[in-house]
């Protein structure tokens, strides 16, 4: 992917967002974030973007009549700032197919387990609720079904006996940190392909 410009979609911390900046500010990461929006005004992502003087847009979702009234509007902006690869990161609203079909396997997000297991919200309660002895994170190119796009990369943490949702998702969260600038960069650098559902980096010839 030649264009390397990236737009990320937050509803809130924004501690991947921060990670991704970080990573672009360390060299780690080829790429320019063109906008950061927030479907939530008091977004504390918002902060941290305009910290980093990243152009920032609020775009409430309540103002719009359908889901996809707002996609579009969000998929306009997009658009219009010429992004290549969108990134979710606690992006708290479900896609619809119209924005999905706007960036076909542009997408992706940050998903605090090892999927398929724990899909949707508290991922890594739901682990722990459960008992498994590993969770981790996964990100992954999203289509139109929750999380369940190709997967791009998983890191696995193991579950202590000790452990509380908190603490489990803290060390989720250090992973998550450390997994998405880098599938960031797998996403632009190009080179993978798709087939079926998996993501497949490079030629293996
Ligand atoms: C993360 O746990 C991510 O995996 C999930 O939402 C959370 C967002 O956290 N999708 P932050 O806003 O990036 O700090």
């Not at 190119?141 to 999380?147: A, C, G, N, S």
């Not at 943490?157 to 960069?185: C, F, K, S």
């Amino acid at each position: 992917m030649e264009n390397r410009r990236i737009g990320v979609l937050i509803s809130g911390r924004g501690s991947n967002l921060q990670a991704v900046i970080d990573g672009i500010a360390a060299g780690r990461l080829e790429a320019e974030i063109a906008v950061v929006i927030s479907n939530r005004a008091n977004a504390a992502g918002l902060e941290r973007a305009r910290a980093a003087g990243i152009e920032t847009l609020h775009i409430d979702h309540k103002r719009y009549p359908s889901r996809e009234a707002f996609d579009l509007a969000v998929v306009a902006e997009l658009k219009q700032r010429g992004v290549s690869l969108v990134c979710l990161a606690g992006f708290m609203r479900l896609l619809s197919a119209a924005f999905v079909e706007a960036f076909p396997n542009r997408i992706l997000n940050i998903h605090p387990s090892l999927l398929p297991a724990f899909v949707g919200l508290d991922g890594q309660r739901q682990a722990w609720e459960y008992g498994v002895k590993v969770s981790g994170a996964t990100v992954h190119v999203v289509t139109p079904e929750l999380d369940a796009g190709p997967i791009v990369l998983q890191a696995v943490v193991p579950v202590r006996d000790d452990d509380t949702p908190d603490t489990l998702a803290a060390r989720i969260l250090e992973e998550e940190h450390r997994i998405y600038p880098e599938a960031i960069g797998i996403m632009l650098a190009g080179g993978w392909r798709i087939e079926g559902r998996r993501f497949i980096r490079r030629a293996t010839r």
